[in-house]
């Protein structure tokens, strides 16, 4: 009877030991998905910041590109205004400037392509490239050294001589035959208007007036009023 009682005991511990060990494993097992819920969790929480940081930083790109888009907006009508003011000075000077009688053998006209450049500089943005979405140049704005003399490319007489908004001080001089050439953004004006001037004659210093962000000077040669490619009269350079 006694080793029988045993033997049930024993058994009894067995089975609580076996159960035991079962707890174990289904805790063990608890904690592991516990763990994953919890990674899972934090790996949720990670992608949430990073799509709250994304939308942050689309919030951001949005009100910058409104923001740049109204600047546009802004630049492209203060730019419109500003070559309207020039082309109503322009229609004002070919109506009250009689035609000259440049002294020189060879008119203007028959100078293409043999005109020298007005300032020693690289062409920084050229005839009929794009300023703007709706906006081209009409001439070439020439990167130069500060102060830079600016030379008349042919024989004439001085017209305007002055402060124009968004040219800055500018220099227009009359060759005759319909045409003119435009000197604008520059630092300095050394010809004042009804002043003759000679090919070479230095004319003004390279500046940057008139919202220019660095030294500049912008170039234009115009026949009839109407703004003509420079490339075709200046002398090509090597």
């Known amino acids: ?31 592991d998905k516990q763990n994953a819920l919890a990674e899972k969790k934090r790996q949720l929480q990670a992608v949430q910041h990073t799509l709250q940081e994304e939308k942050k930083k689309r919030s951001v790109l949005l009100r910058a590109s409104q923001q740049q888009l109204k600047n546009e907006t802004s630049r492209i009508t203060k730019l419109n205004l500003e070559r309207k003011q020039l082309e109503s000075i322009i229609k004002a000077l070919q109506k009250h400037v009689q035609n000259l009688k440049i002294p020189d053998n060879q008119p203007f006209g028959q100078r293409r392509g043999k005109l020298p450049w007005p300032v020693k500089g690289s062409v920084g943005h050229s005839f009929g490239s794009a300023r703007g979405s709706h906006l081209k140049w009409r001439g070439w704005l020439l990167n130069a050294r500060d102060s830079s003399p600016v030379k008349a490319i042919h024989h004439g007489r001085v017209v305007f001589s002055d402060y124009l908004r968004g040219q800055g001080l500018l220099v227009i001089v009359d060759h005759g035959d319909s045409f003119l050439s435009l000197y604008a953004h520059n630092q300095v004006l050394l010809k004042e208007t009804g002043d003759w001037v000679h090919p070479g004659e230095t004319i003004a210093k390279v500046g940057n007036t008139g919202g220019l962000e660095r030294s500049a000077l912008y170039f234009e040669i115009r026949r009839k009023g109407k703004a003509v490619d420079p490339k075709r009269w200046l002398k090509p350079r090597a």
């Open 1 to 31: 009877y006694y080793e029988h009682v045993v033997k049930a005991r024993n058994q009894i511990l067995e089975n609580y030991q076996s159960t035991i060990r079962e707890l174990d494993l289904v805790e063990q097992s608890l904690l």
